[in-house]
């Protein structure tokens, strides 16, 4: 037993460097945000769970439990396309009196088509509408951190178009495979990552929009089943833990702290489509985001 003790008393510390810091991923249950979710509490962060489903959440709490030194992570129920559970799940974790020191706004899906619960093109309504609508609510616990960061996940996608269709947001889903759809609310990801830092310039709030890469990942399970085989092979997509080094690296790194409003591809920045860098759009979409939220 005192063999024991000794060989324990010489073994590395665990390295913890989020000890103490508190963070919130959206979609944290599947995919990339299952990934995300795990490493911050591997480096020591209290991580709360905002998903859907407490049955799938629970696998994601498990691999959280048992990391050394990982503290439980809380699920916080969550439908992004529902601003009622949307404004329940930032209200949870405002009653908890915490700071935020990191946010990932991770969710989404891709290819689904109709309208969400608060009456928005599906793709547009959970991608953009529901993570506007939780950042605006979790601002004062960002506030109140001191320094914080908002990472939100966009996609190379946001090229594939060249503005924001406004008259038709509020409509049903017009194409038949909803992949126009998704690279617009992409593109609204991307300007309201870099309409939010220009807005919190000073606070000590740093935004950062990603693009993860590629993923094979459950936010293509709404594509329609004959699309899912050709789309896989043509995009040759990468795995779940190579699509969360660039977010990790957002939400993480010191060295990107003062880095605000940028999009981030490969692990750099990287410079956006035209219409990604058109501020008046930025400042368009953040409009009709707020009136549509009040």
């Given at each position: 037993m005192a063999s024991l003790r000794a060989t324990m008393n010489t073994l590395p510390p665990v390295s913890l460097p989020l000890a103490g810091q508190v963070a919130l991923v959206t979609g944290?249950?599947?995919?990339?945000?299952?990934?995300?979710a795990r490493e911050l509490a591997r480096q020591g962060a209290r991580v709360?769970?905002?998903?859907?489903?407490?049955?799938?959440?629970?696998?994601?709490?498990?691999?959280?439990?048992a990391l050394p030194g990982a503290r439980p992570a809380p699920w916080l129920p969550l439908?992004?396309?529902?601003?009622?559970?949307?404004?329940?799940?930032?209200?949870?974790?405002?009653?908890?009196?915490l700071p935020l020191h990191l946010l990932v706004n991770n969710a989404g899906l891709a290819g689904a088509r109709g309208l969400t619960r608060s009456g928005f093109e599906m793709a547009f309504g959970v991608n953009h509408?529901?993570?506007?609508?939780?950042?605006?609510?979790?601002?004062?616990?960002?506030?109140?951190?001191?320094?914080?960061?908002?990472?939100?996940?966009?996609?190379?996608?946001?090229?594939?178009?060249?503005?924001?269709?406004?008259?038709?947001?509020?409509?049903?889903?017009?194409?038949?495979?909803?992949i126009p759809e998704y690279?617009?609310?992409?593109?609204?990801?991307?300007?309201?990552?870099?309409?939010?830092?220009?807005?919190l310039a000073g606070s000590g709030v740093a935004t950062y929009a990603v693009h993860p890469g590629v993923v094979a990942s459950d936010i293509w399970r709404t594509v329609p089943a004959p699309l899912r085989p050709l789309f896989h092979?043509?995009?040759?997509?990468?795995?779940?833990?190579?699509?969360?080094?660039?977010?990790?690296?957002?939400?993480?790194?010191p060295a990107l702290a003062g880095q605000s409003g940028l999009y981030w591809s490969d692990?750099?920045?990287?410079?956006?489509?035209?219409?990604?860098?058109?501020?008046a759009l930025a400042r368009a979409l953040w409009q009709?985001?707020?009136?549509?939220?009040h």
């Open positions: 944290a249950n599947t995919g990339i945000g299952r990934v995300i709360f769970l905002a998903c859907r489903s407490a049955e799938r959440t629970a696998e994601v709490q498990a691999e959280i439990d439908e992004l396309g529902d601003f009622a559970s949307v404004g329940d799940c930032a209200q949870r974790f405002l009653d908890q009196g509408m529901g993570h506007f609508l939780l950042t605006q609510r979790l601002l004062p616990a960002l506030r109140a951190a001191g320094a914080a960061r908002i990472v939100t996940i966009a996609s190379r996608a946001h090229r594939r178009v060249d503005g924001i269709p406004f008259e038709h947001l509020r409509e049903p889903t017009r194409s038949a495979t909803g690279s617009v609310s992409k593109l609204a990801n991307l300007l309201f990552s870099a309409e939010l830092g220009r807005r092979w043509l995009r040759r997509m990468i795995t779940v833990d190579e699509g969360a080094r660039t977010p990790l690296r957002c939400a993480t790194d692990g750099a920045p990287a410079q956006p489509s035209p219409a990604g860098r058109d501020e009709h985001s707020e009136d549509w939220t």
